[in-house]
């Protein structure tokens, strides 16, 4: 068994592995394993730092693929990025028929090395709270809890109309300089121990062309002024990788008026419907979870929990 960095002909491979082990978000997400095969295969490895974005990281570039080769045989992924302050772990996949023999844990081992080599003291990650064998896995590995996140829907169609927003909140286009103001409010509202794990930062707000190109993917992001200032943010994505919009987590400082931002979700969310996307997913962090109630009253439905996890390295 080796752990490997991915290279460009080991795109049908993790399509493959994929498409015969989807984790339990691909279904919500409508995320086709085949068309990720084809973007793989086009874009000469691009693509696949891209990845993450797909399921819920639209934005950050991954940096490192991990494949498992046994027998020559692909077996194993795990997809690494990289923000100033951790490395963050996603795609750990196995195929089912050699589960149990240790390869996910080959690969956590070879994220940690990374971690140690690029000065990352920290490595975090998703998991759904229903995955019971990767829940076990990262305990047993030394993760632990730093935070929960819900993952809602909403279904478009007919039956679910949207209102219009009031027309009377400012909204407008994201603009680059807006960055550093948005950073700094959501900032301010995290707990500090994740606010020193996965801190806003400016450049998080944008997302740049070659992720729209990679992804085929259409962008728009908006945000809602109050006596000149920015106070909310969101992002709405549509890609032809899946069926689901997804809008990123919804940002407002702590005083936002509810009717600001009802109307900023509703731009978003009637741009996404525009756009023919049947559903629209969204992840709301703890300390967002004041939103709840308006997303409730937009439609929105609670699909998962996840539970963001941390492994501090020691040296
Ligand atoms: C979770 C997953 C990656 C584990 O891969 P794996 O190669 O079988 O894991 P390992 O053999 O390295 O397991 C290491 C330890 O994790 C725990 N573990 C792994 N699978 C488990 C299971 N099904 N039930 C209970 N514990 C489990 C055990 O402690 C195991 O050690 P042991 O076999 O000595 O008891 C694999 O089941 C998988 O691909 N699942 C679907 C995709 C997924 O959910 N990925 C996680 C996304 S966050």
Redesign the pocket.
């Given at each position: 068994m080796t752990v490997r960095e991915y290279q460009r002909v080991d795109w049908a491979g993790v399509a493959d592995l994929w498409r015969r082990?989807p984790?339990k978000e691909f279904p919500l997400l409508g995320l086709d394993p085949d068309a990720v095969g084809g973007v793989l295969r086009k874009t000469e490895g691009i693509g696949i730092r891209f990845l993450l974005g797909l399921a819920r990281l639209f934005g950050r570039p991954i940096l490192l693929v991990l494949v498992v080769e046994v027998d020559g045989r692909l077996v194993?992924t795990s997809l690494l990025n990289f923000t100033p302050e951790a490395a963050y772990v996603s795609g750990?996949?196995?195929d089912r028929s050699?589960?149990?023999?240790?390869?996910?844990?080959?690969m956590l081992r070879a994220c940690d090395d990374l971690g140690r080599r690029y000065h990352r003291p920290v490595l975090v990650?998703?998991?759904?709270s229903q995955?019971?064998?990767?829940i076990?896995?990262y305990d047993?590995w030394g993760y632990q809890p730093l935070r929960d996140q819900i993952w809602l829907a909403r279904t478009f169609g007919p039956d679910t109309p949207l209102p219009l927003p009031s027309g009377e909140t400012r909204i407008r286009p994201y603009l680059h300089r807006d960055g550093a103001q948005l950073a700094e409010l959501d900032n301010a509202l995290m707990p500090p121990e994740v606010r020193k794990i996965l801190p806003r930062h400016r450049e998080d707000f944008g997302m740049s062309g070659v992720a729209r190109n990679v992804l085929q993917s259409d962008v728009a992001s908006w945000v809602a002024e109050v006596d000149g200032r920015p106070v909310g943010f969101l992002r709405s994505t549509v890609s032809r990788l899946m069926q689901a919009a997804n809008l990123s987590s919804p940002l407002f400082g702590a005083g936002v008026p509810q009717p600001v931002a009802r109307d900023l979700l509703l731009t978003a969310l009637r741009w996404a419907e525009s756009r023919r996307a049947p559903r629209v997913l969204t992840e709301v962090p703890e300390h967002e979870w004041r939103m709840c109630p308006l997303l409730d009253s937009l439609g929105f439905v609670e699909r998962f929990r996840s539970h963001t996890l941390i492994h501090r390295l020691t040296a």
């Open positions: 082990n984790s194993g750990v996949v196995v050699v589960r149990r023999q240790g390869h996910a844990q080959a990650l998703d998991v759904l995955n019971d064998p990767a076990r896995l047993r």
